[in-house]
């Protein structure tokens, strides 16, 4: 079993910057992608960014490519989502999520545990 909290979230206005984590417990880590996500009312969640094991690959969705960037510092279990040049469009919740192979996906149902979300929330 792994535990995903994520932290982070909030209200900002359009063209800055927030920084989610995601932090894990639980079953090993380290050997895991991570991915994260985001959904709004009433709209399916879609891919976000995912990473792999080790931290040297990642991928991101067309709609966040130069702006956000993923990261994971396995000594503290903990995966980061870097939010810059953000969009009212940016507004949902943010969920990350792990799955039990190493490879990076950005396909949600690929992913065995998720967190719970965090609101971000992009004012114009």
């Known amino acids: 079993q792994v535990q995903l909290v994520e932290s982070g979230g909030g209200l900002v206005q359009a063209g800055g910057s927030l920084r989610l984590s995601c932090a894990a417990s639980?079953?090993?880590?380290?050997?895991?992608?991570m991915g994260w996500f985001r959904q709004v009312s009433g709209k399916e969640r879609e891919f976000v960014a995912a990473i792999n094991f080790s931290g040297d690959r990642t991928q991101y969705a067309d709609s966040v490519k130069g702006r956000f960037s993923v990261s994971r510092d396995n000594a503290k279990n903990t995966v980061y989502l870097q939010m810059n040049s953000l969009k009212p469009e940016d507004t949902a919740n943010y969920y990350c999520?792990?799955?039990?192979?190493?490879?990076?996906?950005?396909?949600?149902?690929?992913?065995?545990?998720w967190g719970q979300g965090t609101q971000v929330t992009v004012s114009s």
């Open positions: 999520a792990t799955r039990q192979w190493s490879a990076a996906s950005n396909r949600r149902t690929d992913y065995d545990y």
């Open positions: 639980g079953r090993t880590f380290s050997y895991n992608a």
